[in-house]
């Protein structure tokens, strides 16, 4: 399964008639998407999320409770934009007080503030209930001008095991270098194959079916 995450940017949206309005047009536009796919059996199946810009708990409170955002009304996709203003463990509250679980988008692709380090900061969020979700693009260098020492910080979150869910982050035929299997090649180079099969098929299959482990969740 594809799922689509479309960009939600909260701040840009400035009442809740405007989010409708903005989930509406994803959902025309992903209906038009699944209509031209169905009944390919060379196309995997669809799903609709987003990709919700929160750089605030104010902006997380907005869409939390929503029951028409995220995917399989639980998990929300977040970015926190990637120049940081604090530690965002607010945002993460924000949405697992509202019953949902977040996943945090491209965590090793941030600046952080001087005096938050990185890992610790990512092993904090993991420690609050989210999941941290790298780009596939990450592990091979593809952001090194965009977002300089991307790829080193994706290969130690590998090493301390802070890489939950691998994923595409493709915006368009724009950008290339950031194909999974080109992903899976270089991890299994690198020896990493287990990480590969839980973060690229076992993880990202239980948060479609919405049936991860209660242990992986806060309580």
């Known amino acids: 399964m594809v799922v689509t995450t479309p960009h939600l940017l909260i701040p840009h949206l400035e009442s809740d008639v405007a989010i409708s309005r903005e989930l509406d047009f994803h959902r025309r536009a992903f209906d038009r998407l699944a209509e031209a796919a169905a009944g390919r059996e060379d196309l995997p ?10 750089p605030d708990a104010s902006a997380a409170r907005r869409v939390a409770r929503r029951t028409d955002v995220g995917l399989n009304g639980r998990f929300l996709l977040v970015e926190f934009g990637f120049e940081l203003q604090g530690s965002h463990t607010d945002v993460i509250r924000e949405v697992l007080d509202a019953g949902r679980q977040i996943v945090i988008a491209h965590p090793e692709r941030y600046r952080f503030l001087p005096g938050h380090d990185p890992l610790e900061l ?88 919405s049936d991860l482990v209660a242990s992986r969740l806060p309580g």
Do not use: C, F, K
């Open 45 to 54: 199946a669809l799903a609709l999320g987003q990709e919700i810009y929160a």
């Open 122 to 209: 990512m092993r904090r969020w993991q420690e609050l209930g989210a999941l941290l979700q790298v780009n596939v693009g990450s592990l091979n260098g593809h952001y090194r001008n965009s977002s300089p020492g991307s790829d080193e910080l994706a290969w130690q979150m590998v090493g301390m095991g802070l890489v939950d869910v691998l994923a595409s982050d493709h915006h368009g035929p724009r950008r290339t270098g950031v194909s999974p299997r080109e992903a899976l090649e270089t991890l299994i180079a690198r020896g990493e194959l287990a990480l590969a099969t839980r973060a690229m098929v076992e993880t990202p299959g239980l948060i479609v079916r």
